[in-house]
């Protein structure tokens, strides 16, 4: 009996020899990407969560996990990783929550996008609302930096160094209470200090609002520049491509991407999702899945483009409605896990991807 399904099974494979790529490596997201390609997702926690009718999803769910382990092989902390809840009074540093999805992508063969160092949002009160003198609050950045970096060093595979540190017109963001009080130099300083703590973390800048051509684009090419110029060690350029449907798909972002490439950095997506005004339709769902294959097949067409992370896999999670009550289901699943048209475009994009990279 076995001798003959292996039969049939030969059989078709020679009548068949163009079989759906999905299939043909695997059926999972990591399954069917290249290996030159990590496929990511936010874990779930922290941040908007806390207010939701719901416990905390990476710890409570386990179907969740179950789905981030088998589809994906690099993981990103949503919140946990942000030094609100990973240093919530100066003296105090709560690991507990990231060490477990570190231990989870260990146990997974999952690499991990540490993510936060240097922002605006997010920070606890003892440091927006602190009174600190110039010297106090370099060296609490550093202390920071060191003992983070320093406690995941060589687990890591890269930190979101630097995010969102300009403004849509280009300018440093002064609500950045270090670089407001410390000037733009201590970027370059907060990428010293991650070399020095993890050497072979591979560091980032990152933002959103750089999928397309701009001053914003501008300024971090010319930051870049400066950076590589002064030896600093600066090692990617990401784009989070936190999309909108009332905005178009996002053409020129491998443009973009290459033009960071063209200075020898690595590029990655970081935060991938496409929102849609509700109510759904089927249209928009088609729509949305050409959103995110634009987004992969730009990151593909770049040779060091090395990541794509989507911002949470599911609706059931996702940040969007909290901060855009008329829009949504910007994830690849619905809230109970089952797959939307987006979720087979970006599994059919990856595994039509070649196999081998070119850098
Ligand atoms: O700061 C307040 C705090 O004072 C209050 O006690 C608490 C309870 O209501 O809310 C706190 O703010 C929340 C914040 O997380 C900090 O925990 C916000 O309401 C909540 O909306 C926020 O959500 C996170 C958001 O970052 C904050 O900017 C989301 O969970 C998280 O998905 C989102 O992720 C960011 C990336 O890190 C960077 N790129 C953009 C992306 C989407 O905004």
């Known amino acids: 009996m076995r001798k003959a399904i292996l039969a049939v099974v030969a059989a078709a494979a020679v009548l068949l020899p163009f079989a759906p790529p999905a299939q043909a490596h695997g059926s999972s997201l990591r399954d069917a990407a290249p290996r030159y390609l990590r496929i990511g997702s936010a874990v779930a926690g922290g941040g908007h969560h806390v207010d939701q009718p719901y416990p905390d999803p990476f710890p409570n769910d386990r179907e969740y996990r179950r789905i981030l382990a088998r589809e994906f092989d690099s993981v990103s902390p949503e919140n946990q990783m942000k030094w609100e809840f990973i240093h919530p009074e100066r003296h105090r540093y709560n690991f507990g929550p990231a060490d ?8 997974n063969g999952q690499v991990v996008r540490g993510h936060t160092l240097l922002w605006h949002s997010q920070n606890p009160a003892w440091l927006q609302e602190g009174t600190f003198t110039k010297a106090q609050l370099r060296s609490i950045l550093r202390e920071h930096i060191f003992t983070v970096v320093g406690h995941y060093r060589g687990k890591i595979q890269q930190w979101d160094v630097a995010n969102e540190i300009f403004t849509e017109n280009g300018e440093y963001r002064q609500e950045n209470i270090f670089i407001r009080e410390l000037g733009p130099g201590i970027v370059a300083d907060a990428f010293r200090w991650a070399h020095q703590a993890d050497p072979r973390a591979q560091l980032f800048l990152n933002d959103y609002g750089v999928e397309w051509p701009g001053v914003k684009v501008d300024a971090y090419e010319t930051l870049a520049r400066q950076l590589l110029q ?13 999309l909108s449907m009332r905005y178009g798909a996002p053409d020129q972002l491998a443009g973009v991407l290459q033009r960071f490439d063209d200075l020898g950095l690595a590029t990655a997506i970081t935060e991938l999702d496409v929102r849609m005004d ?23 067409a770049v040779d060091g483009c090395n990541s794509v992370t989507l911002w949470g896999f599911t609706d059931k999670y996702s940040w969007v409605p909290v901060f855009f009550p008329e829009e949504g289901a ?27 990279h070119r850098r």
């Open 230 to 242: 002064q030896r600093v060690p600066l090692h990617g350029f990401a784009s989070q491509a936190h």
């Open 330 to 356: 910007a994830t690849v699943m619905w809230e109970d896990f089952r797959k939307k048209p987006a979720y087979f475009t970006v599994r059919d994009t990856l595994a039509s991807a070649p196999r081998h």
């Open 100 to 107: 477990a999805i570190v231990a989870f992508a260990r146990r």
């Open 278 to 300: 509700l109510p759904v339709t089927d249209e928009k769902l088609a729509t949305q899945a050409v959103y995110y294959r634009t987004v992969l097949d730009a990151c593909l």
